[in-house]
Each structure stands twice: as C-alpha cells, then as structure tokens.
C-alpha cells in the first residue's frame, strides 16, 4: 500500500498551466502602431511645406528647401547677432519639427549664409529643370571656397611678372 501512495505521489499530474507556453501562444498577434510616412507624390510641394514647417518655429526669417529622394538640405535664415548655441538650438527645433512631420523625410539643417543661398541657387535650378547642372556648379563654388589659393600655384599671365620682385635697397 506505501508503495502505491508513492508512485501515485511522484507521477506528473495534469495541472494548469501558470506560464504560457510559446507553443501554444497562437491568439496573441501585435502590429506595428507607429504611422507610415506619406507618399511624397510631388517634391515642391513637400518642400514648399518643409519650407513653411522651418519658417514655423521661432527664430528662423526665411527657409529654402532642397528635397532629393527621401533627404531634404534646408538652409535657413536666423538673426546674424544670435549666438552660437541660440543657433543650434533652432536648428534642433527645425530638424525635430522635421522629425515629427508626417513626410518623414530625413534632413540637413544648416544656419550658414552661404550655404542656405547654395540650396536656394540649387532649388532654382532643379525647378528651372537643370538639376545636375545646378548641383555640380554650386559643388564646384563650394570646393573652390574649400581648397586654398597657395601662392606658388600662381601663374602670371605676363612675362614680366614672372621675375622674382626686388627689393628696395635703400630701406
């Protein structure tokens, strides 16, 4: 009789199970709840409303915008007597405003002068339908502000300059 109370005490019993099994887990199903960006149909009105997004946040004049596949270039316009971090901290805004947007596009934002008239120049020249043109030329200023001017890759056009200049010797 210990015997049969032992083996009945020591075999696995059905019970309910405490944890689910992942086996058995066929009814739960999640999806995803972020919201999918829109379909950018027509560049110019996107960049038109990015335009208007970056003009939006306090701070920024003027904005140009430059939309090429999903990457907008955004150049805007600040007060030139703000300081650096009051700057960046509008570029933040801009770029986090971006991030929020439903386009969901991916953006550079800039607070240079020159660099928001080169997107603005190149803006104009893709609506002009010269795109890679455009591009290329404003790359090619750019590289030219980049690289330095050594005097020792000057050429003279006339002969006469060539020599070496004298100096006084009266001095």
Same mark, same amino acid.
């Given at each position: 009789?210990?015997? $049969?109370?032992? %083996? %009945?005490? @020591?075999?696995?019993? &059905? ?11 066929? #009814? $739960? ?26 003009? #939006?946040?306090?701070? $920024?004049?003027?904005?140009? @915008? /430059?939309?090429? !596949?999903? %990457?907008?270039? /955004? ?13 960046? %901290?509008?570029?933040?805004? /801009?770029?986090? &405003? ?5 386009? #969901?596009?991916?953006?550079?934002? =800039? ?11 190149? !803006?104009?020249?893709?609506? &002009? ?25 000057? =050429? *003279?056009? +006339?002969?006469?300059?060539?020599? &070496? *200049?004298?100096? +006084?010797?009266?001095?």
């Amino acid at each position: 009789m210990i015997m $049969v109370t032992m %083996t %009945t005490g @020591c075999s696995t019993v &059905a019970r309910n199970e405490t944890s689910p099994s992942p086996q058995n887990n066929n #009814g $739960v199903r999640a999806q995803q709840s972020a919201p999918q960006p829109m379909e950018i149909s027509s560049s110019r009105d996107v960049e038109v409303h990015l335009e208007k997004l970056a003009t #939006g946040i306090a701070g $920024v004049k003027s904005a140009h @915008c /430059v939309l090429i !596949g999903n %990457t907008a270039v /955004v150049g805007i316009n600040v007060d030139s007597k703000l300081d650096r971090s009051r700057v960046g %901290t509008i570029k933040y805004s /801009v770029a986090e &405003a971006f991030r929020k947007d439903p386009y #969901g596009v991916d953006a550079l934002v =800039t607070a240079d002068m020159d660099l928001n008239q080169r997107v603005n120049e190149i !803006g104009e020249d893709i609506r &002009a339908g010269r795109p890679i043109r455009g591009i290329a030329e404003e790359l090619s200023d750019l590289i030219g502000r980049i690289v330095p001017q050594l005097p020792r890759d000057i =050429t *003279p056009a +006339d002969p006469e300059e060539q020599e &070496a *200049p004298q100096t +006084d010797k009266n001095l």
